[in-house]
């Protein structure tokens, strides 16, 4: 089946340490994104990225960062400068049309719930 | 940035009610899309409109887009108790972006 999946579902990180969000997918899609989500909010875009080994900021991406050094992955670290990371984590992708006009929607992973203990 | 706002926050009807929820947005689009989120899941894409469209139909679901007012509304006719869920309009804004803009969601609630 193809899809999109994020590891691990449930995170927790202590003060001050870097934690890393898996991202893969196998719908040979070229886009992907990492989006946050806190309680009763909407999504706020981190990074994301079009092609192999570029990405770009999206509206929150102080404290965070990504690679994408395959199609497949794109990791996100949460680093010790994210002040308040504790939220709800969804990795996407989607595919880029040739106008570059989507014509369809984001594929969406499940999710990761990162907590700061 | 958040460019859709949905309203209601919050519904709640009965099971074979309809369900009507709106979005409004800020700048011109070259499409707009409907997604649904169980709660603690990820968001499950169910239809696009494009700024040339006014209207589209998928099963019990039926979107307009009034670009000249900037919103559009989403109706989910004989809702069932498997129909709650937030819901949540993204914009995908002109001129071209490589990125979709999310709104702030409606929770709906359906009781059987």
């Known amino acids: 089946d193809g899809g999109i999946t994020q590891s691990p579902k449930y995170l927790f990180r202590k003060e001050g340490q870097n934690v890393t969000l898996s991202c893969e997918q196998n719908l040979n899609h070229d886009a992907m994104y990492w989006y946050r989500q806190d309680p009763g909010q909407g999504l706020r875009l981190i990074y994301y990225?079009?092609?192999?080994?570029?990405?770009q900021k999206g509206d929150i991406a102080e404290g965070y960062s990504v690679s994408r050094e395959k199609k497949e992955s794109f990791p996100l670290t949460v680093t010790s400068a994210q002040k308040n990371p504790t939220a709800f984590y969804l990795c996407?992708?989607?595919?880029?049309?040739?106008?570059?006009?989507?014509?369809?929607?984001?594929?969406f992973g499940s999710g990761t719930r990162l907590t700061v203990v | 940035s958040q460019q859709g706002e949905e309203d209601p926050q919050a519904l709640s009807i009965q099971e074979g009610e309809n369900a009507t929820m709106n979005c409004s947005y800020k700048t011109s689009i070259n499409n707009l899309q409907w997604y649904r989120q169980n709660s603690g899941r990820g968001l499950v894409h169910l239809i696009l409109?494009?700024?040339?469209?006014r209207e589209k139909h998928s099963g019990r679901l039926r979107v307009t887009l009034d670009t000249s007012k900037k919103s559009s509304s989403l109706l989910i006719t004989a809702s069932r108790a498997a129909d709650t869920a937030s819901y949540f309009c993204?914009?995908?804004?002109?001129?071209?972006?490589?990125?979709?803009?999310f709104g702030t969601g409606t929770r709906l609630q359906v009781f059987p």
């Open positions: 993204a914009t995908a804004p002109k001129p071209y972006t490589d990125k979709l803009i």
């Open positions: 996407a992708s989607s595919s880029l049309g040739l106008t570059r006009v989507y014509s369809e929607g984001y594929t």
């Open positions: 409109i494009r700024s040339n469209e």
């Open positions: 990225s079009q092609i192999v080994n570029d990405f």
